[in-house]
């Protein structure tokens, strides 16, 4: 069988002496969404981290369209097709919305202007506001910024840690459509959530972390669905 486009395959590694992933696995395909949820302190930002490269690996290998990457820097996955959303610090509050997307197309040798109408289709928001600071937008706005500077890489994979970490119900919602939306341009995406529930919702495949291993592995809909994880990762 051949490989999923993204696997991060049974990585083990930590910070130091102490392993926080234990074999541990992700995967995604192009045009999917896959979720990685779990407790707190499951390890689910550290497997993301890993499979972006910010985390050394002990054992296990990160694939990208069937060539190994675990050697590659994290500027060099970007170059790869890789983008990479971290929950806090994702935007340059003092430079303006419009600054801020052409920094995320600072890779690019080519003409960007296209993939910025792109990203201002997928986010109105952000074309009303382009001359603002982004400092000066409210937290759903912020991500959508955040969002929209990895996109301006055109990247072939988008990973997401939190998206919806501090936002408001409604905001979420909102989030989860333009995710839904940016999956359906055929880009893998796989996002590591606190709302366990609603984004198991949107998800083509959850993995369900507890202390660095993979303790539930199937479609959103099949992990929604099993009692098991419903009482003990979604609330009942």
């Known amino acids: 069988m051949s490989d999923p486009f993204l696997i991060g395959e049974a990585m083990t590694g930590g910070y130091g002496a102490a392993d ?4 541990c696995t992700l995967s995604v395909e192009k045009g999917e969404i896959a979720v990685i949820v779990g407790p707190n302190g499951a390890g689910k930002s550290t497997a993301m981290k890993a499979v972006f490269g910010m985390l050394p690996l002990r ?39 419009r600054e801020n997307l052409e920094m995320g197309a600072f890779i690019r040798q080519d003409d960007f202007s296209d993939t910025m109408d792109l990203v201002f289709d997928l986010f109105p928001i952000l074309k009303e ?6 400092g000066e937008l409210s937290g759903g706005q912020r991500q959508q910024v955040a969002v929209g500077r990895a996109l301006m ?24 459509d333009k995710i839904l939306e ?20 949107i998800a083509d495949k959850g993995f369900v972390l507890v202390q660095g291993r993979n303790r539930f592995t199937n479609t959103g809909e099949a992990l929604l669905a099993d ?6 990762f979604l609330g009942g």
């Open 227 to 232: 009692p098991e994880v419903r009482r003990s």
């Open 59 to 97: 054992k296990g290998e990160v694939r990208l369209g069937g060539k190994a990457i675990t050697s590659l820097s994290p500027q060099e996955r970007v170059r790869a097709g890789m983008g990479f959303v971290p929950q806090t610090a994702n935007v340059f509050t003092s430079m303006t919305v």
């Open 182 to 201: 940016v999956a359906a341009t055929g880009i893998a995406i796989l996002m590591v959530e606190q709302n366990a529930k609603q984004a198991l919702n």
């Open 20 to 23: 926080i992933l234990h074999d």
């Open 129 to 134: 506001k382009a001359t603002q600071p982004a």
């Open 153 to 176: 890489t055109k990247p072939s994979v988008l990973m997401l840690d939190e998206p919806t970490a501090g936002v408001s119900p409604i905001v979420m919602d909102e989030l989860f």
